[in-house]
């Protein structure tokens, strides 16, 4: 009898952990009033809450019961002016803490479109019906001028993101030839600079396509990147120099993050600042996108910064997207993350225009949108590039190149890899070959067959990885991209005074080389990167690495890192 007593605690014990285990914050954002200046009103859907009200932490602080409306899964969270406050939020209830969320108390906010308030255009593409957003010139109180806009078509102004000047409105328009005709009015009026569309339903992510095989060796797809030197290197040279490393916050636009997949499923509560912490909602595919992109960057088992050890200075990584409302919502979250202190913004995202066309001249096929749209995104990106350049020059935005077998710096046809401004770092895929060569050598890996190309592109990195038994292995520049994230961060935690400029320059003059041609062809040439130049070589003109494309080197991009810092002492 009293083995049973045991054991019905014990089994009992096990559920209560399995019940505390299962709590989850799948979405957060703002509801409400977007536009007011005083407090601020959040929608919360958690999953695994008790029969009771959970304890809603923001910070270091417990919110007020006061301040929280619960009903069934959902919270509504009001915070007034003197509690907000951008900060990490989690829940605790029945003994378990939920994954922790990023909560900002930046203004830039948008809202998604519902499904049925979407349509097919004549492309075929699903596009918003009756939300837009205006991009007011700069000369004009924003927020005023979109209410005068849109008290004179009858609309309403339901988002922001202030510091671009650019206001959402909701129109009084039932189909796409009503929207069409009204947004040809806003944008002639004198104060408006764009109208931006968007085309979108939630999107998949930009993952190249499925032709290789499933038994992708990951380590031996990031040795060709020495990814495991880096992590040696870090561990050992920062501890032998003591140098004071510097915290690094990092945002990622994706999202969500699986935290039952292996890697993140001790990611729970506040951060301690002692290892890498990561914010992000919950998803429930362990093969989701953000997953993966996040998983290069922070994930326990594997993830780069992690894996620098308790040499690591503490790095925060935030997943966030703002909400489902497309390229405007990128740009939304970015401009709050950059406000709330993020270095290194990670892009694994971007859209080719309706009549691009790849390297053998096929119209490229992948997250395509139409002429209309691409005319909106391109000023809205314009407008936050230089908003990065005038208010926030030390952040670097690193960018997938692509995965239409085209090319990336076609600026009619790519965005937003073909901007050329210093902020913004682009990456190109490549793939372990055949040939049993040393890692040094330019022939250990390949140019994946569908990475864009071309002069903008700064470096490639490893594209393929192979996250999950059972799973096939996923390749594209999406994942290229968080290793040169991931490295970039640890760059600026050796030496936070690198530019934007200089980590360019670093990166490029510590990479390993790809391919065989040795030459300086025309922009349209094959080059998966720009060709290395005599500059990046200490000026030697015979170098055998003049022409070849720049492949990621983790480890020794880190080493100029640490030179860097001593020479300047």
Request: hydrophobic letters at 40%; one cysteine or more.
């Amino acid at each position: 009898m009293k083995r049973c007593l045991i054991l019905s605690l014990w089994l009992c014990s096990l559920g209560a952990q399995a019940a505390a285990d299962s709590l989850r914050i799948k979405q957060l954002q703002r509801c409400g009033e977007l536009l007011g200046e005083g407090g601020q009103q959040w929608c919360l859907r958690a999953e695994g809450l008790g029969g009771g009200l959970p304890t809603v932490w923001l910070g270091g602080a417990k919110l007020p019961p006061a301040s929280i409306e619960w009903q069934d899964d959902r919270l509504t969270l009001k915070l007034t002016h003197q509690a907000r406050g951008s900060a990490p939020l989690w829940l605790e209830d029945g003994g378990g803490s939920s994954n922790p969320v990023w909560l900002t108390s930046q203004r830039s906010h948008v809202v998604a479109a519902a499904s049925d308030e979407v349509a097919k255009n004549m492309d075929g593409l699903t596009t918003y019906v009756d939300l837009v957003s205006l991009l007011i010139e700069e000369k004009h109180d924003g927020l005023r001028e979109a209410r005068r806009i849109a008290d004179k078509f009858g609309a309403r102004v339901v988002g922001a993101i202030p510091p671009l000047n650019v206001y959402q409105l909701r129109l009084p328009v039932n189909d796409l030839e009503q929207r069409d005709a009204m947004i040809l009015r806003m944008g002639s009026e004198v104060s408006v600079d764009a109208v931006i569309i968007e085309e979108s339903a939630p999107e998949r992510g930009e993952e190249g396509s499925g032709r290789d095989p499933g038994d992708i060796d990951q380590g031996e797809e990031w040795a060709a990147n020495r990814f495991m030197d880096a992590l040696y290197y870090y561990q050992r040279r920062i501890a032998a120099s003591r140098i004071p490393v510097q915290p690094v916050r990092v945002g990622v636009i994706e999202r969500e993050v699986d935290f039952d997949a292996p890697g993140f499923s001790d990611y729970r509560g506040g951060c301690n600042h002692a290892q890498t912490c990561l914010y992000a909602r919950d998803g429930n595919r362990p093969s989701s996108h953000g997953t993966h992109v996040a998983g290069i960057i922070a994930a326990q088992d594997q993830g780069f910064l992690p894996g620098l050890g308790k040499q690591s200075p503490g790095f925060e990584v935030i997943v966030e997207r703002n909400s489902d409302a497309g390229i405007t919502a990128n740009i939304a979250a970015s401009v709050n993350l950059v406000e709330d202190g993020v270095r290194v913004l990670n892009w694994s995202w971007g859209i080719h225009r309706i009549g691009a066309r790849d390297v053998k001249g096929e119209r490229v096929d992948s997250l395509v949108r139409s002429g209309l749209a691409m005319s909106g995104y391109e000023e809205l990106l314009e407008e936050f590039f230089l908003w990065l350049r005038a208010e926030h020059p030390d952040v670097v935005v690193v960018n997938s190149a692509g995965n239409g077998a085209s090319w990336s710096g076609a600026d009619e046809y790519r965005l937003p890899s073909s901007f050329i401004t210093e902020q913004l770092l682009v990456v190109g895929g490549h793939q372990r070959s055949d040939n049993t060569v040393a890692v040094e050598d330019p022939q250990h890996v390949r140019k994946r067959h569908s990475s864009n190309i071309d002069m903008r592109v700064d470096v490639s990195a490893a594209a393929c990885i192979h996250p999950v038994a059972g799973a096939l292995a996923h390749c594209g520049t999406s994942y290229a991209t968080p290793l040169v994230t991931a490295t970039v961060a640890a760059m600026l935690s050796i030496n936070p005074a690198l530019t934007p400029q200089q980590l360019r320059m670093l990166l490029r003059r510590s990479a390993l080389t790809l391919g065989t041609e040795q030459d300086f062809e025309a922009m349209d040439a094959e080059d998966l990167t720009a060709p290395i130049l005599p500059s990046e070589r200490g000026g030697q003109l015979n170098h055998p690495d003049l022409g070849r494309s720049a492949r990621l080197d983790m480890q020794r991009a880190l080493d100029l890192a640490v030179q860097s810092r001593e020479r300047v002492r």
